[in-house]
């Protein structure tokens, strides 16, 4: 009897769900795994239609984090640079696919319906949105090893919730609820447990009635304002207003609002 797929996706309308499929191994992160999810991840990106990825899990896990038993390409690595070359260019392509998540125009979501661990984490992190039930929790074991979180768990974790709570995961070695989550800013929500499912998918049919152009611009844009001083920052803001502005859409629907409200616009005075 084969394997079932460790991932499965299908679509809800505008919607791209993907969901983690080895309960029996936690939804342990494996080659296949990371391969079937970069397949689903080119298919969201360069199909128009889909405006939302939601990435879920099955099980009573979301995510144990990487598959240590799995064999990754190369052997092991016993020399310093071989190792952040390992992270850098092996691990299942997962430097590559959190690059390629972050860098997409279009929304990702990922929804955490229990514990969230180490190499789990490290790709939510990469998602826009994160969205937890209650009984979700989060943690990086490789403390326990005497090693770091690498691809992903102190780069993106720092940037997202700051250096303070950043040391409390990772430094400390504590886990956290879903209510502390959301203090330290980690997760965007969290949903009681009996109503999680449709309360996320609530959210994600929200996200895909949003303006396209506007979300793919706000992606960009607020990158690069986290990166750059407040003088170029307001720059940034300029740039991005200055094409969307133009955008015909845009223009269309300034023109009904103006109607509706009983103006008329400057262009018919």
């Not at 939601?54 to 240590?68: E, T």
């Amino acid at each position: 009897m084969s394997e079932a797929p460790h991932l499965l996706t299908e679509q809800d309308g505008a919607i791209l769900i993907a969901t983690l499929n080895r309960p029996d191994k936690l939804n342990s992160l494996s080659a296949e795994t990371m391969s079937l999810f970069e397949q689903a991840l080119h298919h969201f990106r360069d199909t128009p239609e889909l405006k939302v990825l939601l990435v879920r899990a099955n099980g009573r896990y979301f995510c144990a984090g990487a598959d240590l038993r799995g064999n990754d390409e190369g052997g092991p690595a016993r020399t310093g640079s071989a190792i952040r070359e390992k992270h850098r260019l092996r691990l299942h392509g997962m430097h590559r696919i959190y690059d390629e998540m972050e860098a997409i125009e279009k929304p990702i979501v990922v929804a955490h319906h229990a514990a969230c661990v180490g190499g789990g984490l490290e790709l939510s992190l990469s998602c826009d949105f994160r969205l937890a039930a209650r009984s979700a929790s989060y943690a990086f074991p490789e403390g326990k090893f005497g090693v770091l979180p690498a691809s992903n768990g102190v780069s993106r974790l720092a940037r997202i919730i700051g250096p303070h709570w950043a040391r409390y995961l990772i430094m400390a070695n504590l886990p956290a609820s879903a209510d502390k989550a959301l203090i330290m800013g980690l997760v965007h929500e969290v949903f009681p447990d009996e109503t999680f499912a449709e309360d996320v998918m609530k959210f994600c049919r929200h996200l895909a009635q949003q303006n396209g152009e506007q979300m793919g611009t706000a992606k960009i844009a607020i990158e690069l304002a986290h990166d750059v001083g407040l003088a170029q920052a307001r720059n940034v803001e300029r740039m991005a207003n200055s094409a969307l502005m133009l955008n015909p859409e845009y223009l269309a629907g300034i023109e009904r609002y103006i109607q509706s409200i009983g103006g008329k616009s400057k262009d018919k005075e």
